[in-house]
């Protein structure tokens, strides 16, 4: 592969749209080191279509942001070390997995000399002559991986029908990506292993990498999520969602003296999922249960959650009492419900400052780039402090660990 060469080039994606194919990488005489780079150049609306808009209502091209398109979101990758046969089975490590915005802008480590990823022991590098093997599917929806036995003859794929060892379920796909443009750089390099023995892919650690936070215990407190479940959310997004907001729940340590969480979900309208309770179990079961679709009503969501957090005598949980209330807001996106869609964020805003004005404190994790971190921060969360912010949904649980709910008791 030469400089300019397309790699990959998908012109009409359409959901549940799937394929796969091989990359065989061999080095002539020199055992080596290598690595994958990739870089994401563009996730782009591009243009504007009638049906973009109806879903993506943010939708505002021509305009000089390259980042503020869908299809990243929701075009999904999963990379393994394949033995040559275009299938992934029980055997083949999954080397990287997740959605095209994530995947497309990493690097892979072929080998170096603390990982191979190529069938190699770790730390050993690709012997000259020999060829590897790495697989690469996609899917335009949710990518499952389903290995194949590697024992059965019959599992066996021809390159011709070549989607072996993967699901793609596109059914939750609207419109928001139609017109959407993607573009990667993707590059390979080589180092001879020999005098080099301690060659590293990507820059060289400075250090010992920080332990994740480890989350203060409360003595009391009440805690509602408030989830984004909007259309805006892929499944894959999604899956990373719950498996954040699950561990979070975790990380609190429920107790019937100690803290109290519950749950409120929004889309085009609100719904709350659950009461405080002291159960993580079908707290969290609430959390699975989460289906994305729709717009983006976030004063509804703040509203039910404020609602449950005055605690009106319904006795589905304590009295309030010494236990103050926190309210988490998890988005990705900007209020456009109820309508008008103008004023929606104004609507959000206001029900912001209502639920402080009843006691809670307010924090905000902002997902991705079409949030706007100025609105979030200075109309929704209570200031910069209670404001955190992830790239995307793979780096939520992150901002989740460096959330302290419990500061200042």
């Known amino acids: 592969m030469t400089e300019g060469d397309l790699f990959f080039n998908f012109a009409d994606l359409k959901p549940d749209d799937e394929g796969e194919d091989t990359i065989s990488i061999i080095v002539e005489d020199n055992d080596a080191w290598a690595c994958m780079d990739m870089t994401l150049t563009k996730d782009d609306d591009n243009t504007c ?7 993506d209502p943010t939708c505002s091209e021509p305009n000089d942001d390259l980042f503020d398109g869908e299809l990243g979101g929701l075009l999904n990758f999963l990379f393994w070390t394949d033995d040559g046969d275009n299938v992934l089975e029980d055997d083949e490590p999954i080397i990287a997995s997740g959605s095209a915005s994530t995947v497309l802008d990493s690097e892979i480590i072929l080998a170096d000399s603390t990982t191979n990823n190529v069938g190699g022991e770790a730390g050993d590098p690709l012997e000259g002559g020999q060829t590897y093997y790495i697989a690469k599917a996609f899917c335009f929806g949710e ?3 389903e290995p194949l036995d590697q024992d059965d003859a019959n599992d066996q794929v021809s390159p011709a029908n070549s989607s072996g060892g993967i699901s793609c379920d ?15 750089d993707i590059s390979f390099s080589a180092v001879q292993s020999r005098n080099n023995p301690d060659f590293l892919c ?3 650690p400075s250090g010992s990498p920080s332990p994740s936070p480890t989350p203060q215990a409360c003595n009391q407190a009440d805690v509602m999520l408030v989830l984004d479940r909007s259309g805006s959310i892929s499944p894959s997004e999604l899956t990373q969602l719950k498996t954040a907001a699950k561990d979070f729940v975790d990380s609190l340590g429920l107790t019937p003296a100690g803290i109290h969480a519950g749950k409120s979900s929004f889309a085009s309208l609100a719904t709350l999922n659950h009461h405080l309770t002291d159960d993580p179990v079908s707290l969290k079961a609430s ?6 679709g729709g717009f983006t009503n976030l004063k509804d969501g703040i509203d039910l959650a404020r609602g449950e957090l005055a605690n009106p005598g319904d006795g589905h949980d304590r009295p309030d009492g010494p236990s103050p209330d926190k309210m988490i807001i998890i988005t990705d996106g900007h209020p456009n419900r109820p309508l008008p869609a103008s004023t929606a964020d104004d609507q959000a805003a ?3 400052d209502l639920a402080r004005a009843a006691g809670s404190e307010i924090f905000v994790v902002g997902v991705g780039a079409d949030v706007d971190d100025d609105y979030l921060r200075d109309e929704i969360a209570d200031d910069a402090a209670h404001y955190y912010s992830a790239s995307d949904y793979s780096g ?6 460096n959330l302290d709910i419990c500061d200042g008791e």
Not at 396 to 401: M, N, R
């Open 170 to 184: 596109g059914t939750a796909i609207n419109n928001a990506s139609q017109s959407d443009q993607l573009m990667a």
């Open 143 to 145: 990518l499952t991986p």
């Open 350 to 352: 206001l029900s912001a």
């Open 202 to 204: 990507g820059p060289i």
């Open 49 to 55: 279509t009638e049906p973009e808009q109806l879903d």
């Open 396 to 401: 939520l649980q992150t901002s989740l660990e």
């Open 287 to 292: 959390i699975d249960a989460m289906v994305a």
